[in-house]
Every structure is written in C-alpha cells, then in structure tokens.
C-alpha cells in the first residue's frame, strides 16, 4: 500500500510526475480505493499538493530517498521486461506482485504474451477485489504464503503456463522477507520450469559492512516499524554470496542506486535510497 501510494504522490507532483504513467498511477489509487476505508482516507490525503512536503519530511525521518527509489526501480525492471518481451518471451510471472500495476499495463501492450502473478493470499485478495477488467485467458492468479511452503508447480501448469516457453520471472521486492532456506528452494523451482533463455529479474538486500539487511539511510524507526507489522527484513546477501546462490542462473547484470540515478538525468542532485540492488540473470 505504501508503494502504491508513493507512485500516487510522485505521478502528482510537477517534478516527478514523468516517473509514474497515468495508467500506473490509475491503477495504484484504484487500489488505494477498494482495499478499505482507512487506504481511501489516506488516497485522499496523498493527493493534495499540501502533503507533498510532509510527505517529504516523513520520508526524511524514516528512509531518505525511498520514493525515488521505488519509482526507478519499478521503471528499470519494466524497461528489462519490455526488453525481453520485444525480444521474443511469451510468458511474464511476478511473484510477489503487490499492488504492483507492472502487468495490467504489460498485458495491455503485449496481447499475445500470457502473465501469472503469485502472491500471498492476504495481499492477492485485496489485488483481485480492485482488479480492472483484464482478460481472464491471459491473466492469472495463484496465492502462496513462501515462507510456509515451496513454490507448488502444479497451480501455474494448471493455469496454462508452460514450461517449454521462454518466461520473464519478476520478484521484486520480495526476497527480504523470505527465509533463507525459502529463497533457494524458489530460485531452483523456477530453474526447474524455465526453458532456455528465460530471465529472473529480482531485488535483493545487499549486506552492509556489519551483516546488517536494511537500506542505509534507514531509520531505527522503520526496523521497529516493519518488526510491528510482522514484516521485518529477513534474507540478504552480498553480490558474491548471491552469483553463488543462483547458480545455474547466470548473473547479466546488478543494478544499484547509482545505476538508477542514471535512469533521470536531472535527479542527479536528489536523494536515492541505497541498499536494494537489482539483479537480472538468465538461464
Ligand atoms: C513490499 S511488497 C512489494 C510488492 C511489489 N512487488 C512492488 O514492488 O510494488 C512485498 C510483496 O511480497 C509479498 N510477500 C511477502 N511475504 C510473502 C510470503 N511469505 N509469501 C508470498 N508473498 C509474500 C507481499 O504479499 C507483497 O506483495
């Protein structure tokens, strides 16, 4: 929800508003909009010009950066998906999707590829009850807690996907609350259902100097927070430990804050959160 409501707040504010598309922002407040009446006040709120600043002076406190962070991170990962999509991947399945709006707007510009979205149930139920009308033929739902279980094939198979076809796996922002152990088993399940040249773009907590799975500019306020709503970060990793980890998935590339400052230009002077990099890598 919080994401959601960040990309509502950039897409209406003048000097950000390039960053979020209309459809994306659309999407998001349609979300904000159905999941209850706490999430319609707070729309509301986020949508007036007078809270751009005190929404800027919260994010002072709590993660300095982290809008633009979400932003860039969300228009990376759907420049990679668009990259494989044109380039012949007829499948895109992202877990843990959200309120992310990735796929409506993916399924809307691509009408031959198939999509699936995985996701806790708590989360997916609110997602379909906001759900825009898509075509149920090459939009699909399957709900999963991964901490409790690993990824079962068969609900994906059952729902038509294919593990013969090129796939575009996206997980982002998920990963960190995954147990180790979790993390794994989900990697070597989707290498067990991808054909080759499917890629596997997630994000990943990288670990600091201390061990410690948090963004650097994260306040303590924000580990109690995320440790409150039963949220706390649980996995990271450092770029060595991860190219190890995904095997046989070949790292292509990380993407981290910097590489995302390079995305805008003229963000060059502004804040962006550092701690979650971007990996894409292919089998
Ligand atoms: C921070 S949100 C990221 C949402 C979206 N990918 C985005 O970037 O906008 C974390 C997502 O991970 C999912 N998630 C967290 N724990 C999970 C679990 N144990 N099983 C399945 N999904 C989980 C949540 O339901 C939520 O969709």
Known sequence: ML????????????????????????????????????????????????????????????????????????????????SALNDGTTQVVTIGA????????????????????IDHPTTQRHKLRALPRVSPDRLHFVAADLNATALDKEPLIANGFDPTRRTFWIAEGLLMYLRADMVASLIRTLNSLSASRSQFVFTFMEKNGDGGIRFDSQSKLVDRWLRSRGEPFLWGATRSELVGLVGPWRVIRFLDHNDLRRLESRLADESIAKGEVICLAQI
């Open 3 to 82: 994401i959601a409501a960040s990309l509502v707040l950039l897409h209406r504010d003048p000097k950000h508003s390039g960053l979020v598309s209309k459809t994306s922002a659309d999407l998001c407040a349609g979300m904000l909009e159905t999941h209850s009446s706490q999430t319609r006040f707070f729309l509301k709120i986020v949508q007036q010009g007078w809270f751009r600043p005190v929404a800027r002076l919260i994010e002072g406190i709590t993660i300095p950066g982290i809008l633009l962070h979400y932003a860039l991170r969300k228009k990376c990962i759907a420049a990679l998906a668009c």
């Open 98 to 117: 959200g309120f992310d709006p990735l796929t409506f707007e993916l399924h809307h510009d691509f009408p031959s590829v198939r999509f699936w979205e």
